[in-house]
């Protein structure tokens, strides 16, 4: 599996971003999907998951009320539709995939996960 984030950039405080992290190869429905974040200097962590059927998300407590996380499994890419941005989530997004039999668990650890994009870089100017 291939996955290919796409949608970073630059934005003003208060703005908004939406990101699409695309899947090719060997796609199935079933593969859990993650959002993670890697700021300059810091560690990885963990934004956002979503099962592998939809129906179970989970996201950080920084981002909730702000991102949406969401999958179009017919097209195998999932988005993160990223609201009222603030300078902290500047970083590096990474979307991550697992295979997992059960469609409805959610994964929050980098560990968990066997598939990776390259990341796709967010600013956010105060």
């Known amino acids: 599996v291939q996955l290919q984030a796409s949608g970073g950039g630059l934005v003003q405080a208060g703005g908004s971003l939406r990101l699409s992290c695309a899947a090719s190869?060997?796609?199935?429905?079933?593969?859990?999907m993650g959002w993670f974040r890697q700021a300059p200097g810091k560690e990885r962590e963990f934004v956002v998951a979503?099962?592998?059927?939809?129906?179970?998300?989970s996201y950080a407590d920084s981002v909730k009320g702000r991102f949406t996380i969401s999958r179009d499994n017919a097209n195998d890419t999932v988005y993160l539709q990223m609201n009222s941005l603030k300078p902290e989530d500047t970083a590096v997004y990474f979307c991550?995939?697992?295979?997992?039999?059960?469609?409805?668990?959610?994964?929050?650890?980098?560990?968990?996960?066997?598939?990776w994009g390259q990341g796709t870089l967010v600013t956010v100017s105060s």
């Open positions: 991550a995939a697992l295979w997992s039999r059960y469609s409805g668990s959610i994964y929050l650890q980098p560990r968990d996960y066997d598939y």
């Open positions: 190869g060997r796609t199935r429905s079933s593969y859990a």
């Open positions: 979503i099962s592998g059927n939809g129906g179970t998300t």
